[in-house]
């Protein structure tokens, strides 16, 4: 049933009008409920009259406006964006551009685009018309903005075509409206130009860049396979990302500006460290923003240059500069207290992996400097026997490889196992495991993840344990994390650093120092350079045992450069045969 209409006089005036009711499915793209349109008389008979003439008409128009609505209805088959007036503006300025481009050489004669210009006056707001004063033909439904929309909707529509996009009606309006806009300008030029005139347009940079219409999500999957990132690194990315175009109000990454990134960085310092801001809220957009940029996806990073303010540093009351904290090993009483605990019995309730897990990975820990979940990912093929470098001796080494799970840099190194591990039966604990995991069993997996392995997830425990139970609770200490640091505080004054770097995993200062590799006697001689645990006095391997080692007396000196990894000698103090001497060789 077609909408009502009949004869309606205002009140106030007395003059007649036309009045017809908008169907709902076009209330967005036409902007209005209800056209009105004034017969301009308050004589009834003649408002009959021109009422019939204006019906014609508007039944003519609507017709012209319901065959562009069909092309103009949101694209199921492609995603749907929400627009911005910037946005809108930008899209007009690529039609812009577009049709100077194609007439730059060969514009034409003046009058024509004169003639165009004419054409599109209806379409435009009454400011921008060459006639203000000019009003809108009598009988007329259609004026600004539904005349942009008969005009140039199918254009606007190509448009989003090409960008693979969809957008709402209410939105395609407002891409018409400045579609119309963005066409006069470019009437007014091309009418210059074939006068002869080819001088810039000074208005011609109004226009915004040009906007992917793409979701960062849409993105991500080539980022991953292009960088590679860790799945834990992936992880607290997207979390970052999802963060920061929440932030925003959008997920465009063609949309973000300079401000943005600065807004970002203002909001965030107020909510978490300037050192998270730092590593992860805004390194991981300006990684992700770089490979849009190199892969042309993006003209720019709006991250270059954006750098965390520096912290001011805290006073007293004495006006002198407060200590910045900062994360610690374990003191000796504290290593202690937690290796004794490993030595307790566990709970019936607790899992047989777990119940390795607290025996084994602290001391493993303690002796190899490796990361916790280096150490809980460990496979019992991980274990074995390595040779020297003269090819003389056997010895026990740990395989840390990222075939294992995670491993920072990458690469795959040896540690030798320390005596006091081997001691302490160790190697019995590996060849009796009933997994060829060590600490978790892969059967009983739930809702894990490559960003949260079991492996994360026993070192998780593991730091709940040292903090709940052994009450280990000092901020500046990190539960699993504090070994690392111990192992390094304990040997660098004692092993040259390129060395400890090849145990430990850390990254080389110098890229030539990543060649070559550390043996397993070099890195023997280096972990037993960590005197055994004991607790009250007692060891848990006596020193006359610990004599037979054939490392006892003996002095490692392999040329690294030019100076030798180990400057001093294991011996046992005839003082004392429960506690280890170190003597300079």
């Known amino acids: 049933m077609k909408p009502q209409t009949r004869l309606w006089r205002r009140p106030e005036n007395g003059v007649f009008y036309y009045r017809k009711a908008v169907p709902d499915r076009l209330r967005n793209l036409f902007g209005k409920s209800m056209i009105q349109i ?36 949101p694209n199921a088959n492609r995603p749907v964006f929400s627009i911005s007036l910037s946005d809108a503006v930008s899209l007009s300025g690529e039609l812009y551009r577009a049709i100077l481009a194609l007439h730059e050489h060969d514009p034409g004669k003046a009058s024509d685009w004169e003639r165009k210009l004419v054409g599109i006056q209806s379409a435009l707001p009454r400011q921008d018309r060459l006639d203000p004063n000019k009003h809108i033909p009598f009988g007329s439904v259609f004026g600004w903005p539904q005349m942009a929309i008969i005009q140039f909707g199918s254009m606007v529509e190509a448009l989003l075509v090409t960008k693979q996009i969809s957008v709402s009606l209410d939105d395609r309006r407002r891409i018409c409206c400045e579609a119309a806009k963005a066409m006069a300008q470019a009437y007014k030029v091309l009418a210059r130009r074939a006068s002869g005139d080819w001088s810039p347009d000074p208005m011609a940079d109004r226009f915004p860049r040009p906007v992917a ?62 050192a998270t801001v730092r590593k992860a809220d805004l390194a991981h957009p300006k990684s992700f923003f770089a490979w849009a940029v190199a892969t042309k996806r993006l003209k720019e990073n709006p ?78 093929a991980d274990i074995y026997e390595s040779s020297s ?37 160790f190697l019995d604990f590996v060849e009796a495991s009933p997994t060829q995991t060590l600490f978790f069993d892969p059967k009983n997996a739930r809702n894990g993840s490559s960003a949260n392995p079991q492996s994360a997830k026993v070192g998780e425990r593991l730091a709940a344990w040292i903090r709940r139970d052994l009450k280990i609770t000092d901020p500046r200490i990190s539960p699993n994390h504090a070994w690392r640091h111990r192992f390094r505080s304990e040997l660098k004054m004692k092993v040259q650093a390129e060395v400890l770097d090849g ?18 006697d070099v890195s023997l001689a280096a972990v037993s350079l960590i005197p055994p ?17 054939a490392l006892t007396k003996q002095i490692y000196e392999v040329e690294w ?22 003597i300079d060789a």
Not at 568 to 578: A, C, F, K, R, V
């Open 38 to 73: 004034s017969l301009r008389t308050n004589d009834e008979a003649l408002a009959a009259k021109r009422h019939k003439k204006v019906a014609d008409e508007v039944d003519k128009q609507w017709r012209d406006f319901e065959s562009i609505a069909k092309v103009s209805s």
């Open 213 to 274: 219409f793409v979701g960062w999500k849409s993105w991500y999957p080539d980022y991953c396979d292009n960088k590679l990132p860790e799945p834990s690194s992936q992880k607290r990315q997207q979390g970052v990302l999802s963060a920061f175009f929440k932030f925003l109000g959008h997920d465009i990454p063609g949309r973000v500006t300079e401000m943005d990134a600065i807004g970002w960085m203002e909001h965030r310092l107020t909510e978490v460290s300037h």
């Open 303 to 380: 991250f270059v240059g954006l750098h965390v303010p520096k912290v001011r540093k805290l006073r007293g009351e004495d006006g002198r500069p407060i200590a910045k904290q900062k994360m610690r090993e374990y003191h000796l009483h504290e290593a202690r207290q937690i290796l004794a605990a490993t030595l307790e019995p566990v709970s019936d309730r607790t899992s047989a992996q777990f119940a390795a897990a607290k025996r084994w990975v602290p001391w493993l820990c303690a002796y190899t400097g490796a990361r916790v979940g280096e150490i809980t990912q460990l496979r019992q």
């Open 389 to 425: 470098r003269d090819q003389t001796r056997k010895i026990w080494v740990i395989l840390i490889t990222p075939e294992a799970g995670r491993v920072k840099d990458h690469e795959e190194r040896e540690v030798a196992i320390h005596p006091h591990l081997i001691e302490q039966g």
């Open 503 to 520: 145990i430990d995993g850390h990254a080389q200062a110098a890229e030539g120092r990543e060649y070559g590799r550390v043996w397993p």
């Open 533 to 549: 645990f004991g607790f009250d006095g007692r060891e848990l391997m006596n020193a006359s045992r610990l004599a037979t080692l």
């Open 561 to 582: 450069g030019r100076q030798p990894i180990v400057r001093s000698e294991l011996s046992i103090d005839p003082e004392t045969s429960n506690s280890l001497k170190w």
